[in-house]
């Protein structure tokens, strides 16, 4: 009698195994699910309308087949620049503050909870809070204020980086073992040495992988930037000035009555997601080099 | 040449737990020291209290003095510069995971401002000569991770790393209890030809090792210092009745 038992709980073992199995299995299923029927009907909307012209040329008027959105695309390279350089290294600097220096303190604490409710923050109040900030008003203390800007947009999604960047940072900085830091006390290395050039560069894969996370984020908004990069119909690269970049042309030309602007707007999202990708790649691949053999 | 300690009144505390009591002890130069008794008696907290990691818990602290060379080293120092002259080994093999074998040994010179390219080769490879490393990662020295070698490499590449900074004293807490025999006795090795350069001190919570390697023996129990005496007379006739139930293995 035991063995039947025994047997029958086996099988029941084995079943329940194949069964958590498929559930995990589907799970995965539904998570790349819609990513792939997104691409794939951008594909199928978008891909035809996408040749050299879209890369090289500024949109016609409407009526006027052809053009391109090179303007966006140029746009969209310098808000982001100019986003990545005001929320990377801010919201490193925060998260190792927060980590490293300020642990337990109330000044930490205070600063932890303002960047959550920082990262709550609607995208549209971040575009009128600049508007009121830097594009009504010109400071002189501050470049390129007083009106829409190249500049102005980059800080609204620069800000809007800063609470993913500063959280990741703080806990990727968390995971490193307490043995490696003090590994580096123990050889008498002061103690902000010790944080810069070991606790940082060991959490480094995963800190570039919350930039990139919060750049991906930002690179897709469209509502900031109404408020303060404006949006412009030609061709600039300049901070001074209004400039278009590629999500708000899209949410503009899907907008629009016109056929031609449609099909721009398709292949505008298509080339938007491409874009986003291959930057992330870039920046994973340009940061997986030069890693040592039997690290992980 | 290594210089002795001279322990006076020393008492050491994690928050309201009293965890060594009026520690008084002379460890000799250029000799290893062992420090054995049952886990919690407070030798690990000791030998933090030799280069100041104890005080980087933030509940930790610390009286009494304690004197290496002419240095007192909780009055005439800051904790940075002691550390430079006190070596310390851990109980697990602790390597910078992102760092070559190369730059993992240079690592206490190199974070403290020391960049001369051919001096930092000469330290790096006789550092891991003396820790008997060299002639497994010579070829490997700047191609791989510290973190890719065996466990008893590692703590070799640990130990070549505290000596890159030429100290004086070498605690090594526990070196060996996480690595197979074959690796332990490599260390044990290793801690023999280094006494005639360094003062060693090692907890241990292996008797057979402290027998091996120390001349001079100490037991704690409960943070206080029960005996401290040649490695020999503690194991062949303790004066104390707690000592000789200890090494007979009657507790703990």
Redesign the interface.
Known sequence: MSTTTSDFRSRMRAVTDDAVTMLAILATLLVIAPLVAIFGYLLYRGASSVNLDFFTKIPKPPGEAGGGMANAILGSGVVLAVASLIGVPIGIGGGIFLAEFGRGTKLANTIRFTADVLNGVPSIVMGMAIYLLIVSPRHSFIPFSGHFSAFAGGVALGIMMIPTVCRTTEEMLLMV?H??R?????????NW??VL??TV??A?PGIITGCMLAFARIAGETAPLIFTALGNAYMSASLDKPIETLPFQIYIFALSPYEDWHRLAWAGSLVLIVLIVMAVSLVRWVTSRG?????T | MGVGIAVTNLNAWYGTNHTLQDINLNIPANHATALIGPSGCGKSTFVRCLNRMHETNPIARVTGSVRIGDLDIYEDAKPVQIRRRVGMVFQRPNPFPTMSIYDNVASGLKLNGYSNRRVLDEIVERSLKNSALWDEVKDDLKKKSGASLSGGQQQRLCIARALAVDPEVLLMDEPASALDPVSTSKIEDLIFQLKSQYTIVIVTHNMQQAARVAEKTGFFLNGRLVEFDSTHKIFTNPSDKRTEDYITGRFG
């Open positions: 073992p043995a490696v003090e590994a580096a006390l123990g050889l008498g290395i002061p040495r010790s050039s070991i560069k060991t480094s890693v040592l053999k039997g690290n």
